[in-house]
């Protein structure tokens, strides 16, 4: 059967459907997850805005990651909790193509911003005496826009080229979200044109960040090993150490889940993966920032005690 795109109206994300006993524990653990993204994240930004140390390049990307975290769960989670606890699984056809999109947007947004906190850290380290001048305001403010606009129009086109085509079979979505490798499967013919423009997507979208990011480090690295002092090059390491983590971390996860061999089996499998770059980067990057950087946790500190004195 052959079902036109106009007669699509909904579509079922079936989520962890196969499941039931375990959707009410799903949801009350995935909620915890989700509270605990907003708290964390909600807290960076509110701290870096604070505290006068903490206005420089470095936290004002951090404030825009959290940003981009924070919008980038919403679009996920929200839909995913209504699901675990109703009978009715379906998203609309617009509201399928929003989360898609939206989650490909900041998605692309998150890897160009971690290559502009990169180059931060590269013009913090090798360059320092430039560092003001180089990383000015409106450098500082172009890069971020840069980062939140740079996917948009590929995006948007790839959104479009695959809610323009014709579905056939099924309108359910073996997924707990509207993710472009489980829609497409629902994509009448042949959908190879759609994975090639996938592919040039993460060349461009995900290769490209990650190349910059990774020279300059390789920079970073030089920069470090040249210097005299042992402690000199702990303290300068420690600058950029949680960005580091913030990469690993975000790349790993896509990595693991985009870069596997492709099986029409374990669908389970794949979306218990697809938890790892949708929620444990968002989780983990409030933590990682908070226990690895002084900076920040003093600042922590210094809110919390005020707020708790304000209620004394």
């Not at 948007?156 to 497409?184: G, W």
């Amino acid at each position: 059967m052959r079902v036109n795109k106009s007669t699509v109206n909904n579509f079922l994300l079936l989520g962890f459907s196969n499941l039931p006993g375990l959707e009410g524990l799903f949801f009350y653990v995935f909620l915890s997850i989700y509270v605990l993204i907003l708290i964390g994240n909600i807290l960076i930004i509110t701290v870096t805005l604070a505290d006068q140390a903490l206005q420089n390049p470095m936290y004002f990307f951090l404030r825009n990651l959290s940003c981009l975290e924070v919008c980038c769960t919403s679009i996920i989670i929200p839909k995913m909790l209504e699901n675990l606890l109703s009978d009715d699984k379906t998203i609309s056809f617009v509201g399928c193509a929003f989360q898609m999109s939206g989650f490909l947007i900041t998605g692309a947004a998150e890897c160009f911003l971690l290559a502009a906190m990169a180059y931060d850290r590269y013009v913090a380290i090798c360059r320092p005496l430039h560092y003001t001048l180089i990383m000015s305001s409106k450098m500082c403010f172009g890069l971020v826009v840069a980062s939140w606009l740079a996917g948009i129009p590929v995006q948007l086109a790839q959104t479009l080229q695959v809610f323009t085509s014709y579905f056939c079979n099924s309108s359910e979505i073996n997924h707990f979200f509207c993710d472009f490798p489980a829609v497409v499967k629902l994509v009448c013919g042949d959908t190879s044109i759609n994975e090639q423009i996938a592919l040039v997507e993460v060349a461009l979208l995900g290769i490209i960040p990650f190349a910059l990011i990774f020279m300059s480090y390789m920079c970073i690295a030089s920069t470090i090993l040249k210097m005299q002092s042992v402690e000199g090059r702990k303290k300068t390491f420690s600058t950029c150490s949680s960005h580091l983590m913030v990469v690993m971390l975000f790349y790993g996860s896509g990595i693991t889940v985009y870069l596997k061999p492709k099986s029409n089996h374990f669908h389970d499998t794949d979306k218990l993966l697809s938890l790892l770059y949708t929620v444990l980067p968002p989780l983990l990057n409030p933590l990682i920032y908070s226990l690895r950087n002084k900076e920040v946790r003093a600042a922590l500190r210094g809110v919390l005690f005020s707020s708790h004195f304000s209620h004394v």
